[in-house]
């Protein structure tokens, strides 16, 4: 390949349109197509860190906005299936507002299976506290080992508003006494 004067070889520039529900949506072939592909594991990638902002900044009830209409969450005892269950389990949680958490969700492999199917794993280790009447809210909370430390597998698929959680479930490896 021919340089320019200086003999360096010319630079090409890849085009990559953003990524928007529009996007996403309009690809049919991921499973064949690189692009396809990166944009459905992008999705979904977005949708486990979504995840953690909305239950650790006070919006928890929105999670039930990233499940299809019969998405299912499971942990340690306890399944919510459908979104009514699912916006009623994390309305719960979203009144607890002296809790203090941090999910911090790392090792996110997205396995695209169809252009409108995939499954993601992820390692959760959660810090949480649960502040007591009289401390101040804009004070740091303690540190100290994580509340606990596990797994979530989850089933994305493809609507018509985006990809969305099918399935999630939390198996908890490490808990603190």
Known sequence: ???????????RVLVVPPVTTATVGAVTTAEHDPLARLLAERACER???????????????RIAD???????????GLVM????????????????????SRHV???????????????????LVNFRHDRRAGDDPAAPAPAGLPKYV??????????????RFAI?????????G
């Open 1 to 11: 390949m021919a340089g320019d004067a200086t003999g360096a070889a010319p630079c």
């Open 47 to 61: 949708l486990v860190v979504d995840y953690t902002h909305l239950v650790d900044f006070g919006e928890a009830a």
């Open 66 to 76: 990233l499940f299809t209409d019969d998405g299912v969450w499971e942990g340690p």
């Open 81 to 100: 299936s459908g979104r009514a269950e699912i916006l009623a389990g994390f309305g719960r949680r979203q009144e607890v507002t002296r809790r203090v």
């Open 105 to 123: 969700c790392t090792n996110v492999a997205i396995d695209v299976i169809s252009g409108d199917e995939a499954v993601g794993r992820a390692y």
């Open 150 to 163: 596990g797994e979530y597998h989850d089933r994305f698929v493809r609507t018509a508003d985006g990809w």
């Open 168 to 176: 999630r479930r939390f198996d908890v490896q490490f808990l603190r």
